[in-house]
């Protein structure tokens, strides 16, 4: 699938991510060095989190989006690493205890999405990555995109409606096009109790 292209002084090498059901493309430059992969960093500057983390990810009734969309800056940087490793390997385990530990369960008193969901969706994007892209080209990517960190995540888009609010947040790894960034959707719903839940975490 993948093409080399020349110009006057550089190769390009071509890696594709899906986005919205199609495939983009963007292009890295050969020779650029790769870093090894460090570990995200988790802390905030908030001293006192609005977000429990301890189990499900919730947020309280009155909360800020001003506040939780900083707060949940370390959350976006832990499932976009997790998302660089299953593309080198195809192995969703880590995304799979992520969801299962933070996201909230279906049951019978409830009318959330529950942890198959998220679990599918994740599983058909990575397969079908490693599926259009050769080995090299998702070594070199999966590298680039393990070396996210905290600080290098931006807040994309939030929005806060009667009973939701959603968080996405962008990554873009160094040497790559925009088409190769990595975007994380993370979709929040409100219980009976007034509590807001992590429903549903997308990557695009």
């Known amino acids: 699938m993948f093409k080399q292209r020349k110009n006057l002084f550089k190769k390009s090498m071509l890696i594709?991510?899906?986005?919205?059901?199609?495939?983009l493309f963007g292009t890295t430059w050969a020779g650029a060095k790769t870093l090894n992969a460090t570990a995200v960093s988790t802390s905030t500057k908030t001293v006192a989190t609005t977000i429990s983390k301890k189990g499900v990810l919730t947020l309280p009734k009155n909360f800020k989006m001003s506040t939780?969309?900083?707060?949940l800056k370390p959350e976006a940087a832990k499932l976009i690493k997790i998302y660089g490793g299953s593309l080198k390997d195809g192995k969703t385990t880590a995304f799979n205890s992520y969801v299962d530990k933070h996201v909230a369960a279906h049951t019978n008193t409830n009318y959330l999405l529950g942890h198959q969901y998220s679990k599918d969706n994740y599983k058909q994007r990575v397969k079908a990555n490693r599926k259009a892209n050769s080995k090299s080209s998702l070594s070199s990517y999966s590298k680039a995109v393990m070396q996210v960190t905290t600080s290098k995540v931006t807040i994309n888009d939030t929005y806060k409606g009667d009973g939701w609010a959603n968080f996405s947040y962008n990554f873009r790894p160094k040497n790559y096009s925009p088409m190769n960034t990595v975007t994380v959707y993370l979709k929040f719903n409100q219980l009976k109790n007034g509590k807001y839940v992590?429903?549903?975490?997308?990557?695009?």
């Not at 594709?16 to 495939?23: D, E, K, N, Y």
């Not at 939780?68 to 707060?71: G, I, L, Y």
Request: glycine share 6%.
């Open 16 to 23: 594709s991510t899906i986005v919205a059901g199609s495939l």
């Open 68 to 71: 939780v969309k900083n707060e």
């Open 198 to 204: 992590l429903e549903d975490i997308h990557y695009y």
